[in-house]
Each structure stands twice: as structure tokens, then as C-alpha cells.
């Protein structure tokens, strides 16, 4: 395993703090799996440059200014910088007030600031103005639960896990907030799932391990069968561990949970749900202190 592990980038490491926190969670790992963080790429840099420069060269309508800096505003976000992100987003509305997916990004910043508010205006603006974007509902349906409202939270999921139902993400997310309703069937409905739609998608692995048939370790082996690519290998474990961190929340284990947010974030995938939210979640904790 070791030997794979190195050709694959990533490295197992005996982890004392994790395996002190096992004593509260049977199934936490001896071992994590590490990657090498994503680092800013070239690719981004040059982006960020041309677009810059398009946007001071006052050679485009109002609509196109409002799409270039939605374009910058998306790598802005890709590279951490969401201050810059948020301030492009802002402006491609302002050039441009029905731009849906500007709306659904500035819901996301709003709810990663815990201005609920001002998210759920965003994620209503997107809907109203595209009722079948479907990322506006699954976004609101986070921001509904994280502002204590599950049972309005459980319609948008729903409703996102609707219109695809062999998506592993979007079955798993729909059980997650299902618990936090309370809803009974949850369990069931996610087994019902595995065994219809379960494919080759590695996101199904993090199904099976919700549903109890793998163990963490078993998981954590399965995120490093990647072919020697760090980039996918960096993704799987910021969504592997995000999930490892809301079991442990569960499980009543806020310091484990806490531990493998961290890890999540290690991986520097600024683009990811799971990225943003490991984020929020250690913010709470942090304010809970």
C-alpha cells in the first residue's frame, strides 16, 4: 500500500491526534492519506491577466462586461480569492440584472457569511429568473439548513436530487439534510439508491460508506486509486474527509470532525462545496468557543 501510495502522490501518515480521537468514534482511521496541496496555476494566472486586461480595454458592450467579469469572478474563486470573486459577481449584476449564475455564486458568499437574508434574496432571484437551474435549490437548501430550517431545506434538495437521481452527491446530500429534518426513511431511501444507480463514479464510494458498507479505512483506500494524478487525488480527499468530518458530527465528535475539516482544507480545492463548507463549519466551531 505504501508503494502505491507514493507513486500516486499522496502519502499514508500514522496520525496520533486522529488515533487519540478514536476512543470517541470507533471506525476514525490510524492513518490519513495526504496529497500534495493544489497549488495556483499557471493556467489561472494567465487568465486573470487577459481578462484584466479586456475589462480596462473599453472595447465591450455591457452585457460582455458583465460576462467577463463573471469569467474573472469565476477564477478569482477557483484561486481562494473570494473578496475579488465577490466583487466581480457584484458587478456583473449590477451591468446585467438577470445574470442567474452570478446571483447563485453571491447566494453562496452570503451564506458562507452567515448573511441568510441577503442569501436566500440571491438564491430566489436565481429560481425566479431560471426555474430549472438546479444549483440555486441545492445552494438554498444548504443555506436553509445551516439557518436552522431543515424542513423548508429538504424541498430544495429534494427537488436538486430530482433531477438527477444517479448522482451520488446529490443522493448523498438529500440524506444529509433528511437527517437533519428528521425524516424517517432516510437510511433506507439512501440503500435504495446505492443499489439502483451505483456505478463506476468514485462519489458513490463516499454512498457506501455512509450506508455502512465500508469502513473509513477501506474508504480512505479507495481515494488513492488514481493513477498518479495529484489534482484528482487533492479533490477526492477534500470531498473524503469533509464527509469523514460531518459523520464525526454525528457521531457526537466535534473535535475529530473539527480534524478532518482541516484536512479537507489541506488540499487548497478553493472551487469545492465540500472546500467552502469545511471552512464555515470551523468558523462555527472557532465563534462556539
Not at 477564477?75 to 473578496?83: K, S
Not at 458498507?213 to 498518479?228: A, H, K, N, P
Not at 457526537?252 to 469545492?272: C, E, I, M, R
Amino acid at each position: 500500500m505504501l508503494i502505491k501510495a507514493l507513486r500516486t502522490g499522496c502519502m499514508l501518515v500514522t496520525f496520533g491526534y486522529l488515533s487519540a480521537c478514536a476512543s470517541t468514534s470507533s471506525q476514525a482511521p490510524q492513518t490519513v492519506v495526504l496529497a500534495t496541496p493544489l497549488q495556483v496555476n499557471y493556467q489561472s494566472e494567465v487568465a486573470l491577466a487577459r481578462l484584466g486586461q479586456m475589462l480596462n480595454s473599453g472595447e465591450y458592450n455591457q452585457d460582455q462586461m458583465a460576462q467577463l467579469y463573471y469569467e474573472r469572478g469565476i477564477v478569482f474563486d477557483r484561486v481562494g480569492l473570494r473578496a475579488l470573486a465577490r466583487f466581480d459577481f457584484n458587478r456583473a449584476i449590477q451591468l446585467k440584472p438577470d445574470f442567474v449564475e452570478a446571483y447563485n455564486f453571491l447566494g453562496v458568499y452570503f451564506t458562507l457569511a452567515e448573511e441568510f437574508d441577503s442569501a436566500f434574496e440571491a438564491f430566489d432571484s436565481a429560481v425566479e429568473l431560471a426555474p430549472n437551474y438546479s444549483f440555486a435549490y441545492f445552494y438554498r437548501g444548504i443555506a436553509l439548513n445551516y439557518a436552522n430550517k431543515p424542513e423548508l431545506a429538504i424541498v430544495d434538495v429534494k427537488h436538486y436530487a430530482d433531477q438527477a437521481p444517479n448522482d451520488p452527491y446529490r443522493v448523498l446530500w438529500r440524506y444529509l439534510i433528511q437527517l437533519e429534518a428528521g425524516e424517517e426513511g432516510a437510511a433506507a431511501e439512501l440503500s435504495e439508491a446505492l443499489e439502483t444507480y451505483q456505478n463506476e463514479d468514485w462519489g458513490w464510494e463516499i454512498v457506501r460508506l455512509y450506508a455502512g458498507e465500508i469502513t473509513q479505512q477501506e474508504f480512505l483506500r479507495s481515494t488513492m486509486d488514481v493513477e498518479g494524478d495529484n489534482r484528482a487525488l487533492a479533490e477526492r480527499l477534500c470531498e473524503a474527509y469533509f464527509y469523514m468530518a460531518k459523520l464525526a458530527q454525528r457521531a457526537g465528535d466535534p473535535q475529530l470532525a473539527s480534524s478532518y475539516f482541516k484536512l479537507s482544507l489541506a488540499n487548497n480545492v478553493y472551487d469545492f462545496v465540500e472546500h467552502r463548507l469545511a471552512l464555515f463549519e470551523l468558523n462555527r466551531y472557532e465563534s462556539q468557543i
